[in-house]
């Protein structure tokens, strides 16, 4: 396999890794605290559920692993999770939930246009509990990358690697949201790099199975710097069989000066 292939040739469609939740409305909530306790006899009576759960859940066992890690202890608190409201053309209000990270003390967060986009609300929480809210953010050029700037003070951050591309072989770090749960951790390696439709900009696949709501996820190298963005997950060929994947941006596509 070359390093330079086109993604279209290679996998398919990329499939973005963000959550919708559908906000509740107050007159249903007795029903649905009636079907939870329903969904919570079922699942107790099913004595396969936890290993039919397993395999997209195994992510949680490699965090663990990775709970002590230096890199993933000093770049987590610099990991946010974002929250934006939209109003579908349903006039349904859906919340899009992915993750970003922050590189300035005052707050540049960094995400993904598709988790932000057309919201009329974006919630940034970080660890400690502490909520941004803003209505604007800032799009890269032909990229999936947002950026909204916060007012905040002495805040995590973590350092872009701008000088130094992502190689193929090298051990990263991928840090965010899936399926609900927060900062988790998973390492894997940086695969091969993919001409994208319609952009100049190649992007590179890393061998971690992703999730909905790590849209965002920053990629971190062994000196605990952001080397890419991810932004969705693909299934790539590996000796014939079908590898789950993330998908990222290098990080030298972000403005000088950002």
């Known amino acids: 396999m070359n390093d330079d292939k086109s993604m279209a040739e290679e996998n398919g469609e990329e ?9 509740i409305k107050p007159a249903y909530f007795r029903k649905l605290v ?5 969904l919570a006899f079922i699942a107790m009576s099913v004595p396969n559920l936890p290993y039919l759960l397993s395999n997209q859940l195994n992510f949680l066992d490699q965090n663990r692993a990775l709970k002590e890690d230096d890199i993933v202890q000093r770049c987590k608190p610099a990991v946010v999770s974002i929250e934006a409201m939209v109003t579908n053309e349903f006039l349904n209000t859906v919340v899009k939930q992915g993750t970003g990270f922050n590189i300035s003390t005052t707050g540049t967060i960094i995400t993904n246009q598709h988790i932000v986009a057309n919201a009329s609300t974006i919630t940034i929480r970080f660890g400690d509990g502490t909520e941004y809210y803003s209505k604007h953010y800032e799009v890269v050029p032909d990229v999936d990358i947002a950026i909204i700037r916060l007012k905040g003070n002495d805040l ?4 872009l690697n701008i000088n130094n591309r992502a190689q193929s072989g090298e051990t990263v770090t991928i840090i965010g949201n899936p399926l609900g749960f927060e900062k ?7 695969g091969h790099f993919y001409s994208m439709k319609n952009s100049l900009t190649q992007v590179f696949d890393i061998n971690v199975p992703i999730n909905p709501g ?11 710097k952001a080397v890419g963005i991810v932004f969705a997950s693909t299934n790539v060929d590996i000796n014939g069989k079908l590898e789950l994947r993330a998908l990222a941006i290098p990080i030298q596509v972000l403005p000088l000066g950002i």
Do not use: C, K
């Open 34 to 38: 009636a079907l939870l306790i329903l």
């Open 214 to 224: 790590n849209s965002g996820s920053p990629v971190i190298d062994n000196q605990a």
């Open 15 to 23: 499939q973005f890794d963000y959550e919708i939740v559908s906000i």
């Open 156 to 159: 995590p951050t973590i350092a």
């Open 184 to 190: 988790i951790s998973q390492r894997g390696t940086v």
